[in-house]
């Protein structure tokens, strides 16, 4: 196991990155986030509240000739995004941005206040970024959380799918 010095803010944090036999607890983060915020507008706007705005733009789906839905809810500080697969009828959490001011009760019981919290509830994270830490939620590494930390705090968090 390497074990690597982050140096976020002006506090550093010496963990240890790129285990794998953690991917269960790391993966738990991004089911922790869909299960809080939601997978479709209904129970995101139940979870968080009213966004400011909501745009909605069709997008061809590229297996099949039916036109899907790209949904963003746009919130002071943040966005959710969800995709609506139209032949399946379904919707999909495709990502999100929050910042911690735009947290409630129940984000915060899922994205820890501070990184030795997060380090506690899902394990090491896997890669240090400019801004804070990445856990990703699959071994492709297309879906991945970037807690952004700030001091040893975690302020805010960016959950990203880059591929459906």
Not at 100 to 124: D, E, Q, T, W
Request: charged fraction near 25%.
């Amino acid at each position: 196991m390497k074990k690597y010095l982050l140096a976020l803010g002006t506090v550093p944090i010496l963990l240890a990155l790129g285990t794998s036999n953690v991917l269960a607890d790391q993966s738990r983060l991004c089911s922790a986030i869909e299960d809080t915020i939601g997978v479709d507008p209904a129970t995101t706007i139940r979870s968080i509240g009213e966004p400011l705005r909501r745009s909605e733009k069709k997008v061809q789906n590229r297996f099949d000739n039916s036109l899907d839905k790209s949904i963003l809810l746009k919130y002071p500080n943040g966005y959710v995004d969800i995709y609506y697969v139209t032949h399946l009828d379904k919707y999909i959490f495709y990502g999100a941005q929050l910042d911690r001011r735009n947290f409630n009760a129940r984000i915060s019981s899922a994205i820890p206040s501070s990184l030795a919290s997060a380090v506690k509830m899902y394990g090491a994270p896997d890669k240090q970024t400019g801004a804070g830490v990445l856990y990703f939620c699959d071994i492709t590494e297309y879906s991945y959380v970037e807690l952004f930390v700030r001091n040893a705090d975690v302020t805010g968090f960016k959950y990203t799918q880059e591929e459906l």
